[in-house]
DNA sequence: GCAAATAAGTTTGCGTTGCAAACTAAAAGC
DNA sequence: GCTTTTAGTTTGCAACGCAAACTTATTTGC
């Protein structure tokens, strides 16, 4: 029953979660939705793509760069086990 | 829908989740429980308590000295805030 | 056409914190 | 009476999240 240290972090399962939602997601959406600082941002999905949890697409949206994520199954598997092992937790409260 | 740290920390969620379940519970009890060390118990405890999450009353058994915890009412209050913004953001997901 | 502002990220630096190991103090065993 | 065990607390360090500074490219104002 140990936490996955890389999504228990609120900004990264929020990131998480709105990725298992829908197909991909670019920076900026995530940016607005969650109102972290760019630099922030920049760091958690560093570190979830570090995991293999999600893959980061770059490409130019007219001359803009433009930076894209998708969960991978990886990230979606330990998405899962995540909420399963916090639910254990959450049972201890009936003991 | 910002999380209390405090809370958020696996094992200190353990040991609330844990005292919202019983009347109250002792250093021993949680330590074996939790299967933390000594050192680590302690300082969630302190840490907790330094939140008002809970109240320690320290007496012998016996001869032995025993530590034990009872959560308070502002810590039940803010374990089941934490639940609801854990749930939001597990809403999160289906957008 | 070039200087200033904006956009899209990345890198750096710092303060906090969780964790393990070392320490303390008292009781029990031999 | 000395060693071991019990019950914690304190200390030190490595990792991490966050904000601010930096980078690179683009658009806009004059």
Known sequence: MKFDKIIHEPARLKI????????QADFNFLLTTLALTRGNLSRHM???????????????????????????????KALAQYWENLDAVRRLGQA
Request: proline content about 3%; overall charge positive.
């Open 16 to 23: 998480m979660m709105i990725l298992s939602g829908v197909e």
């Open 46 to 76: 560093e570190k979830l793509e570090s995991a293999s949890y999600l893959k980061i697409s770059k490409s130019f949206k007219g001359k803009m760069p433009n930076t894209s994520y998708q969960l991978t199954q990886k990230g979606s």
